[in-house]
T-cell receptor
């Protein structure tokens, strides 16, 4: 039962253009969402997060949008750079009072071409 | 800035052997999480500890156990290893914010376990 889904396994974008990575979730208890970037042989690196009380959060070139009614979030990277090429994981969690485990999507491999 | 440290980075074991993976969280982080990532899969939550107490348990086999020590480092003990245990094992840490809200989890580089 995949509660967090990233339906595009790969995405290719030209340098300087916008990259849009999408993520859908099914569990309505999720109230905090995160995006991680992962290079081979390294651990996931935290990029940006958003609470369910917001619909947008921006940090430099990265913006995350949340549509709660559609249970959908997206990560926008503008402008895309070759160093952005990596696997991007969407993750979700529900507040439990202590340690809140992350449920990950299956990842989208982004390739930024010159 | 200090990051999460995991050791060893690579480990090769035979079937039915045991393995111990170690995790040193970011200083002042009180919560540790363990995740398993199989080939081509997303990371799957195994277990977590908050203030040295187990706080949540995911799809962790009974052959695995873990604990968090007084210095907040954590160890994942794996016994009777099977071929299917070959995976990347990530540790993550976070700090509980004032007010009880969660914080982002920061991941270590992972331990690649290969069971032959």
């Amino acid at each position: 039962d995949q509660q967090v889904k990233q339906n595009s396994p790969s995405l290719s974008v030209q340098e300087g253009r916008i990259s849009i990575l999408n993520c859908d979730y099914t569990n309505s208890m999720f109230d905090y969402f995160l995006w991680y970037k992962k290079y081979p042989a390294e651990g996931p690196t935290f990029l940006i997060s958003i609470s369910s009380i917001k619909d947008k959060n921006e940090d430099g070139r990265f913006t995350v949008f949340l549509n709660k009614s559609a249970k959908h979030l997206s990560l926008h990277i503008v402008p895309s750079q070759p160093g952005d090429s990596a696997v991007y994981f969407c993750a979700a969690t529900a507040y439990t009072g202590t340690a809140s485990k992350l449920t990950f999507g299956t990842g989208t491999r982004l390739q930024v071409t010159l | 800035a200090a990051g999460v440290i995991q050791s060893p980075r690579h480990l090769i074991k035979e079937k039915r052997e045991t393995a111990t993976l170690k995790c040193y969280p970011i200083p002042r982080h009180d919560t540790v999480y363990w995740y398993q990532q199989g080939p081509g899969q997303d990371p799957q939550f195994l277990i977590s500890f908050y203030e040295k107490m187990q706080s949540d348990k995911g799809s962790i086999p009974d052959r695995f156990s873990a604990q968090q020590f007084s210095d907040y480092h954590s160890e994942l003990n794996m016994s009777s290893l099977e071929l299917g245990d070959s995976a990347l094992y990530f540790c993550a840490s976070s700090a509980k914010l004032a007010g009880g809200l969660y914080n982002e989890q920061f991941f270590g580089p992972g331990t690649r376990l290969t069971v032959l």
